[in-house]
C-alpha cells in the first residue's frame, strides 16, 4: 500500500514539471499582434502582413503549413501561405458580429509547424455610420381630449440605431407647431427617451388632428435620420352654444298662402361633434299661443311651415322667437328671432332671364344687329303681369320686341367706336302695370371688340434730330415713336426703313429696331463729309390687312472738334512744318519776317485758329499776331545780337479740347550784302526756270477767269435760290485777318472775302496778290479743275519771292 502511493505521488509530481515544461515552451512558441479595419470594407481588402509583422521568413510558410486554425465555415479572413498576409474573405458587418458593443475586436488562432508556434492576431472592426436611425412604426397615433391642460406629457417610442458610439441616435427634432414641444430623457448608456410635452390647450373646433413629424439624427458626418409621424386627434367637449347662420332671419309670404308652405328655413350650427353637436330647433317660451297655430317648425330641418291662414289685413308681419339647443350633458341653447312680412296681391316682380348672349360685339357691326335675347316673366296675371322692358342708360342700344310674348332682342341703335368706347353695361329694367307697380333689373355686359380701323400715329411728323459726328455705334443715336388707337394685335406696332425711298440710300447707314422704334447707326457719321440727309420711317400695325403710316426724318450733323490744326508753311521737303527765313541785320522795328499759315479741317470755333510762340531764343526781338501769325520784329538788331534765332509757333484751335499743332521757323540773321546775294542768286534761279513757268502761268491765269466768271454765275443762281437766313446760318461773321476757316466770312483790311464750299487741304493754291489771303479750294465732289471761290477782287501780280514763305 505504501509502496503504491508512493509511486502515484512520484506520478503526480512527474505530470506537473510536465505541465510547467509545456506552459514554458507554450509561451515561447506563441506571440500575439493586433490589426484594425473600417466595416463594409470590399473584399479582399488587405487586413496586414503577418509574416512580416511575426518576423517569419515568408519561404517556411508553406512547408511548416501556416493557417488559420478554429475559423467557421464562411470565415472573414483568408492568410495567404506564399506570403504572409491576411485578407478581407467576406463582406465584414460590425453590427452583425458584435451587436451594439462599443468594441468590436476579432481573435483570430495562427498556427506553424515544426517546430509548432501559435500566434493570436487581434482584429478591431471600426464603426463606419451606415445605418439611419428607425422607429418601430412608421406612425403613431394619439387621442388626447381638448380640455387637457397644458404640461401633459405624452412618451414616445424611441428610435433604434444599431451603429454603436457616436454614430448612434444623438438628437430627436419635431416639426414646428403652437401646441407641442419636445422633451428628451437619458435612460442608460446610448439610450434617449422622448416625450411630447403640451403646451398650449387644444381647440377640437379650430383643428382636429394634428400631424407632427418626429426626426431622430444620428452623430454620423454627414448624419443619418429617420422620421415617425404622429398624429394627434382631439376628442370633443361640450363646449360650443348652438350658432345660427344669420343674425337676422326675415322672410316674405304672400297672403292666402297654402298651408305646408315652406316661410323660411333657419340653421344653426355646433363646432362639437356627437350629442354634443346634434341640434333641436323648437319656438321660444314666450310665443303666443295664437302664432303657434298660424306656424309650425321642424326640430330636426329648423324649416318654418304655414299651417294656418294667413290674412294681411289681419296683420302684416309676424315675430316668432325660435331657440336651437344641443344635446349635451349640459345643454346650450340659444335664440334668435325671425321677422315674417306679409305682401299683398301683387306681390311678384318681373323676372328677367337672358337666354342667348354675346360677350362682345365687332365696332363696325351693322345698326340692328343683335347682342343679346332676354325672355320677361312675371309670376301674377292680369295687369300685375304684363311687363314692358327698356334699357335704362343713354347707349348705343335698344330693347326690340320678338314675335314671342315676353321675348325681347337687344340690338345696336347706332354705330359703335371702341376707341370712343369699348364697354358698356346694359341696365334693362322690366316694369309691371300692378298697383303699385313692381319691377326689377338686369344688368349684362357688352364688349366691344376691335376692328383694324386705324393707321399708326407718329408722335411727330416730320421728327428732326441733331446728332455730334463720331457717334457712337452701340448706343441708339434717336428713336420714332408711334402710337395706334386700335387694341391687341392690330395695335401692335413694327417699325422699319424702307431702303429704296431713302434720299441718297443713306437709310442703308442705319437700322432700325422694328419693336421700340430705336434707330442705331452702322457707321459714325463725319461732318466733313455729311451735315444732312433725310429718310424715311414705317410704321405698320399688325392686323388683318395691315395699316400703316410714314413719316420723314431728317438729321443733321453737328460738328466735333475731331480735326487738328494743319501747317501749310512753313514746310519742309521732308513734310515737317520747319522753315528757315534770312533776313538783313539792318530791318527796323516791325518788319515782316514771315507769317505761318495753318487750316483747320473743322468749322466756328472748332476752326477758329490761334498762334502763340511756344518757344523762342530772345523774347525781346519777335512778336506773333495771335490771329494772322504774322512774326515781326520787335526793335532793330545790334551787334551783341545773335545771328541765328529759333522760333516754335503753337497753332490751337478753340474746341471745348483744343488740338494744336507746332511749327518751327529757324531766323537767320544776315548782314545786308549777304541778303542781297542770296536775293540775286534766288532771282537767277528763277530766271531760269522763268520759261517754263510763264507757259504754265498763262494756261493757269487763263484757266481762273474762266472758272471764275462761271463761278459768279452759280453763285448768283445760288443767292437767288435760298433766303438770306439760310446763309447767314451756315456764313458767320469772324473778324481777324488770318488763317481761313471752313465757311466763313473774314475780312482783310478794307476787302471782304467769303469762302464757300470743303474744307482747306494742304494741296489747295494761293493765288498771288491781295497780299495772298485769298485760298482757291479744288471741290472733291467736282471735276478738279472746277473752283468754288468768290472774291470780290481779284489782282494777278508777279510772284514775289516771299510770298510762298
Not at 518576423?55 to 493557417?67: C, F, P, S, V
Not at 427617451?193 to 387644444?202: A, D, E, G, N
Not at 434717336?478 to 395706334?484: E, H, I, L, N, Q
Not at 392686323?543 to 431728317?554: A, D, R
Request: aromatic share 8%; net charge negative.
Amino acid at each position: 500500500m505504501e509502496q503504491s502511493g508512493r509511486q502515484a505521488w512520484i506520478e503526480r509530481w512527474r505530470c506537473v514539471a510536465y505541465m510547467v515544461a509545456l506552459v514554458t515552451l507554450w509561451s515561447e512558441a506563441s506571440a500575439q499582434i493586433r490589426y484594425s479595419i473600417s466595416e463594409e470594407v470590399k473584399e479582399g481588402s488587405v487586413v496586414g502582413n503577418i509574416a512580416k509583422d511575426l518576423g517569419i521568413d515568408k519561404a517556411t510558410l508553406k512547408d511548416r503549413e501556416y493557417r488559420i486554425v478554429g475559423s467557421s465555415t464562411e470565415p472573414l479572413f483568408r492568410l495567404n501561405k506564399d506570403d504572409g498576409i491576411l485578407y478581407v474573405s467576406r463582406k465584414v458587418d460590425r453590427e452583425e458580429i458584435c451587436e451594439r458593443s462599443n468594441a468590436c475586436i476579432i481573435n483570430l488562432k495562427t498556427v506553424l509547424e515544426n517546430p509548432l508556434e501559435i500566434h493570436y492576431v487581434a482584429i478591431e472592426v471600426l464603426d463606419v455610420n451606415d445605418h439611419s436611425p428607425v422607429f418601430p412604426e412608421k406612425e403613431k397615433r394619439l387621442e388626447i381630449f381638448e380640455s387637457t391642460l397644458p404640461g401633459a406629457r405624452f412618451q414616445l417610442q424611441p428610435a433604434r440605431d444599431p451603429d454603436g458610439g457616436q454614430f448612434t441616435v444623438q438628437q430627436y427634432k419635431l416639426s414646428q407647431n403652437d401646441h407641442f414641444r419636445l422633451e428628451v430623457k437619458e435612460r442608460g448608456e446610448d439610450r434617449k427617451m422622448p416625450f411630447l410635452i403640451l403646451q398650449k390647450q387644444l381647440d377640437r373646433e379650430a383643428m382636429r388632428e394634428h400631424k407632427l413629424l418626429l426626426t431622430a439624427v444620428d452623430g454620423g458626418r454627414p448624419a443619418r435620420s429617420g422620421t415617425i409621424e404622429i398624429l394627434i386627434e382631439v376628442l370633443d367637449v361640450n363646449d360650443n352654444s348652438p350658432v345660427f347662420m344669420k343674425d337676422v332671419y326675415s322672410a316674405v309670404l304672400n297672403e292666402n298662402a297654402a298651408p305646408g308652405t315652406l316661410v323660411i328655413r333657419v340653421n344653426a350650427t355646433d363646432l362639437d361633434e356627437g350629442a354634443n353637436g346634434e341640434i333641436v330647433y323648437s319656438f321660444g317660451k314666450e310665443v303666443d299661443i295664437h302664432l303657434q297655430k298660424l306656424f309650425n317648425i321642424d326640430q330636426k330641418t329648423g324649416e318654418i311651415k304655414v299651417i294656418g291662414v294667413i290674412d294681411f289685413e289681419e296683420n302684416e308681419s309676424y315675430e316668432l322667437d325660435i331657440q336651437a339647443s344641443d344635446q349635451g350633458t349640459v345643454t346650450f341653447t340659444t335664440e334668435k328671432t325671425v321677422i315674417i312680412k306679409v305682401i299683398d296681391l301683387n306681390d311678384n316682380p318681373p323676372e328677367i332671364e337672358v337666354t342667348s348672349f354675346s360677350k362682345s360685339v365687332p365696332e363696325d357691326s351693322r345698326i340692328g344687329t343683335t347682342v343679346a335675347l332676354i325672355s320677361v316673366n312675371d309670376l301674377d296675371s292680369g295687369p300685375n303681369g304684363k311687363v314692358s322692358c327698356f334699357i335704362r342708360d343713354d347707349v348705343p342700344f335698344a330693347i326690340s320686341p320678338s314675335l314671342q310674348d315676353n321675348m325681347y332682342a337687344v340690338v345696336t341703335k347706332s354705330q359703335l367706336d371702341r376707341e370712343e368706347k369699348s364697354f358698356y353695361e346694359l341696365t334693362i329694367t322690366a316694369k309691371d302695370t300692378g298697383e303699385p307697380s313692381l319691377s326689377s333689373e338686369k344688368t349684362i355686359s357688352v364688349v366691344v371688340s376691335d376692328v383694324n380701323d386705324n393707321r399708326p400715329h407718329f408722335f411727330l411728323s416730320p421728327y428732326t434730330f441733331y446728332i455730334s459726328e463720331n457717334n457712337d455705334l452701340v448706343a441708339p443715336v434717336f428713336s420714332v415713336r408711334a402710337s395706334d388707337l386700335d387694341d391687341n394685335e392690330n395695335a401692335h406696332i413694327s417699325y422699319h426703313i424702307p431702303r429704296e425711298s431713302s434720299v441718297d440710300h443713306f437709310g442703308l447707314f442705319l437700322n432700325i429696331n422694328s419693336e421700340s422704334g430705336d434707330i442705331m447707326a452702322l457707321k459714325s457719321f463725319d461732318f466733313e463729309t455729311l451735315k444732312t440727309f433725310q429718310f424715311q420711317v414705317v410704321a405698320t400695325d399688325s392686323g388683318t390687312p395691315s395699316l400703316s403710316s410714314n413719316v420723314t426724318v431728317n438729321v443733321f450733323i453737328l460738328d466735333q472738334n475731331d480735326n487738328a490744326p494743319v501747317i501749310l508753311y512753313p514746310v519742309s521737303s521732308n513734310g515737317s512744318a520747319e522753315g528757315v527765313e534770312e533776313i538783313p541785320r539792318n530791318v527796323n522795328a516791325g518788319h515782316l519776317v514771315t507769317k505761318v499759315r495753318a487750316y483747320d479741317a473743322d468749322i466756328g470755333y472748332n476752326g477758329w485758329l490761334l498762334f502763340s510762340l511756344q518757344e523762342v531764343t530772345d523774347h525781346s526781338l519777335f512778336a506773333l499776331d495771335r490771329y494772322t501769325g504774322q512774326i515781326r520784329t520787335l526793335r532793330s538788331f545790334t551787334e551783341t545780337d545773335e545771328a541765328e534765332h529759333k522760333l516754335i509757333i503753337l497753332v490751337k484751335d478753340n474746341g471745348n479740347v483744343s488740338l494744336s499743332a507746332t511749327a518751327t521757323v529757324l531766323v537767320k540773321v544776315v548782314e545786308p550784302k549777304e541778303a542781297f546775294a542770296a536775293s540775286d542768286v534766288k532771282s537767277a534761279t528763277r530766271d531760269e526756270e522763268g520759261t517754263d513757268v510763264t507757259f504754265y502761268l498763262m494756261i493757269t491765269l487763263g484757266s481762273v477767269s474762266v472758272l471764275f466768271i462761271i463761278s459768279i454765275i452759280v453763285l448768283i443762281a445760288m443767292q437767288c435760290s435760298k433766303s438770306t437766313e439760310y446763309t447767314s446760318k451756315y456764313l458767320q461773321e469772324t473778324n481777324y485777318d488770318g488763317t481761313l476757316c471752313h465757311s466763313i466770312q473774314y475780312r482783310s483790311g478794307d476787302k471782304r472775302y467769303m469762302l464757300v464750299g470743303p474744307r482747306m487741304s494742304i494741296g489747295s493754291t494761293i493765288v498771288p496778290g491781295s497780299h495772298a489771303n485769298t485760298l482757291v479750294l479744288p471741290d472733291r465732289r467736282r471735276p478738279s479743275g472746277e473752283v468754288r471761290l468768290i472774291n470780290t477782287k481779284l489782282s494777278v501780280l508777279p510772284v514775289k519771292s516771299d510770298l510762298w514763305k
